[in-house]
DNA sequence: CCAAATCTGATGTACGTAAATCAAAATCTA
DNA sequence: TAGATTTTGATTTACGTACATCAGATTTGG
């Protein structure tokens, strides 16, 4: 049997309500006291019930995630799962507030960073933007104890608690590598197409696929980035542009949002040119495009996982517990039409 | 607040025990009271506080795990994932027991099945070996109300409530896909290595890859595939054999375990020859081979995921309660040496 | 050594549910 | 309608922890 509370106090010769004190770190302790206690906890192996202290203080974890406001897939895909997640809050004893900002700008950022920190939550979890005083609104909160996460993009050089998102250096790379072998040993130019280089996770997975191509695949030659803003009509134009002006190129890379306008520019201009394309996240729509072979393979990462990892990081960090680092990694998924979901 | 018991009672016009008696479908309800009850828990949209029911009821979870006694690293890691599940017992109200059968073996796994029905568990994970008799087993416990997953390898026809493996047909289209992309549009013969077609895993792989490979690369001829018993010494020996006697083998399909022996085929016999190789399974060899050139790609199940899913789906079939879905899939993992966790 | 301050123990209630007991009420049977 | 039977209610204890209160013990300062 699990030892209780009722075994701390046997073991340490002292009274329930002294245990109690040192569990719940009130005062009014000796200090020899308390650590013929916390003695005691270690070589018993007590660990707290939390199921059970949850209960008694009928405590619930007051979460709040802070999400761009960008109208593309895989923004609402993310959106629905945190409100897949609202709708298990009873269960999972959660009380989970979405709050929406405008997407790539670091003021509004802070602002309701700042006023979270008077609010003081149980976690925060959110899309960060990568600017210095994003930063410091973050290491502001954890120095003042309250648990914080990024998610899909993470923060240079902050304190933050986790990052629920992938390695996007990596996925670069092995979008790098799937696209050159594909290619076998031709020759050519590789379109890129971005959201925009002011969100580390893109300006990442353009790191990692240049290097790659750069050290493996020299015979293929990156043009320069286009800049879609994740905004599909946007994307369209210009990858149309690019597609009729340049008839080197033989791949393309899309790394950002806005495939929706990249797939229609593939449909209308290169039918006859079996372009080798690489494209990142499965909506809907690249995921008839993979089907139809118009893309080649998707590289994706799982926004369900990652707003259930961030709630259980998030929920552990407040009750200062341990995780299961393997279960909070997120993965890259490579997807090719046969091992869809 | 969430609603209680207490609210049921009130809501129904009946007191706490009928509310008790309902609840825990004990005796002594007469129907229409029943229905009130039922009807008011529905209304309000009662859920039951699981963490405060398992208190009450002291209650743990014994399962039991039963995997082949396979000498091969993907059956080590599995038996230590299964350890780390154990040693997280206390926290999850688990009480995990591994049983080991011997592999390939149906009668004996049979008959530790039909032990376990007099010791009723509240769940079963296994590695089915995939045979009428054990089908006809596991179905008898699933009638007698235990709750049964199959881990790895699943059973065809049966009633186990769930599957915690990868798609092994989408794995073989995968492999055949990336090999057939990886190798341009060369013409040559593809070496199937695999453990035995006994077992299901195994045997949907192959169907998969063979399909993927005659639909759309018929440049690619497989060879009649060679069986290693997933043991490293056999698999050295026969695949040393098939590259000496066969110059046309341009790739590699090693869809079982026992890697360890191929990879040292691969390097003694075809350092020069610039194969293109495609194993599963991630281990500490794998991992090298890929890091090293001598395999392009690792298709992987995460054994850690399957583990801790089957466990959350055991739980929750004995509670009566529903899954999220889509925690529950396991993925097929690719590997390039570029996202190497 | 005494008073004041500090520390410790004993005890009770609460959280939401399970499970048991016993009494009372309702229903059924003859 | 009496008596047996079934159904329902009321109440209590328990699970492991949190938290509060008050009394008693120990230590500290002067």
């Given at each position: 049997?699990?030892?209780?509370v009722?075994?701390?106090?046997?073991?340490?010769?002292v009274?329930?309500?002294?245990?109690d004190r040192v569990l719940?770190q009130?005062?009014?302790?000796?200090?020899?006291?308390?650590?013929?206690?916390?003695?005691?906890i270690?070589e018993?192996?007590?660990?707290?019930d939390?199921?059970a202290?949850?209960l008694?203080?009928g405590?619930?974890?007051?979460?709040?995630?802070?999400?761009?406001?960008?109208d593309?897939s895989?923004?609402?895909?993310?959106n629905?799962?945190?409100?897949?997640?609202?709708a298990?809050?009873?269960?999972?004893?959660?009380d989970?507030?979405?709050?929406?900002?405008p997407?790539?700008?670091p003021?509004?950022l802070?602002?309701?960073?700042?006023?979270l920190?008077?609010?003081?939550?149980?976690g925060i979890a959110?899309?960060?933007?990568?600017?210095?005083?994003?930063?410091?609104?973050?290491?502001?909160?954890?120095?003042?104890?309250?648990?914080?996460?990024?998610?899909?993009?993470?923060?240079?050089?902050?304190?933050?608690?986790h990052?629920a998102?992938?390695?996007?250096?990596?996925?670069?790379?092995?979008?790098?590598?799937l696209?050159g072998?594909?290619l076998?040993?031709?020759?050519?130019?590789?379109?890129?197409?971005a959201g925009?280089?002011?969100?580390?996770?893109?300006?990442?997975?353009?790191?990692?696929?240049?290097?790659?191509?750069?050290?493996?695949f020299p015979?293929l030659?990156?043009?320069?980035?286009?800049?879609g803003r994740?905004?599909p009509?946007m994307?369209?134009?210009?990858?149309?542009?690019?597609?009729s002006?340049?008839?080197?190129?033989?791949?393309?890379?899309?790394?950002?949002?806005?495939?929706?306008?990249?797939?229609?520019?593939?449909?209308?201009?290169a039918?006859?040119?079996?372009?080798?394309?690489?494209a990142?996240?499965?909506?809907t729509?690249?995921?008839?495009?993979?089907?139809?072979?118009?893309?080649?393979?998707?590289?994706?990462?799982?926004?369900g996982?990652?707003v259930?990892?961030?709630?259980?990081?998030?929920?552990?960090?407040a009750?200062?517990?341990?995780?299961?680092?393997?279960q909070?990694?997120?993965?890259?998924?490579?997807?090719?039409?046969?091992?869809?979901?």
């Open positions: 049997m699990r030892p209780t009722h075994d701390i106090a046997a073991a340490a010769g009274s329930l309500a002294t245990v719940n009130r005062p009014g302790v000796r200090h020899v006291t308390r650590e013929k206690v916390e003695k005691a270690r018993i192996g007590y660990v707290r939390v199921a202290a949850n008694a203080k405590r619930t974890y007051p979460l709040v995630f802070i999400l761009p406001a960008s593309n895989f923004m609402h895909g993310l629905d799962e945190v409100r897949a997640a609202v298990r809050s009873p269960v999972e004893r959660t989970i507030r979405t709050l929406e900002v997407a790539f700008d003021t509004a802070v602002r309701v960073l700042d006023e920190g008077k609010e003081r939550p149980s959110l899309v960060a933007t990568d600017a210095p005083e994003v930063r410091d609104a973050v290491d502001r909160l954890v120095q003042d104890g309250i648990p914080v996460v990024t998610l899909v993009s993470d923060l240079t050089g902050s304190q933050r608690h990052y998102g992938v390695d996007n250096i990596a996925a670069g790379r092995t979008a790098a590598r696209l072998r594909f076998g040993g031709a020759t050519g130019e590789i379109a890129v197409l925009s280089m002011l969100v580390r996770d893109h300006r990442e997975r353009l790191e990692g696929f240049a290097s790659v191509m750069a050290a493996e015979l030659s990156i043009l320069p980035v286009i800049e994740d905004d009509e994307a369209h134009m210009l990858v149309a542009d690019a597609l002006k340049k008839s080197g190129i033989i791949g393309v890379y899309s790394l950002g949002a806005g495939n929706r306008g990249l797939i229609r520019a593939l449909k209308e201009k039918v006859d040119r079996s372009l080798t394309v690489i990142h996240e499965l909506t729509h690249t995921r008839a495009a993979l089907l139809d072979g118009t893309i080649d393979a998707i590289l994706n990462q799982d926004a996982h990652e259930r990892s961030a709630i259980r990081v998030l929920k552990a960090k009750d200062g517990l341990a995780v299961i680092e393997a909070e990694r997120i993965r890259l998924d490579i997807f090719l039409k046969d091992n869809l979901p």
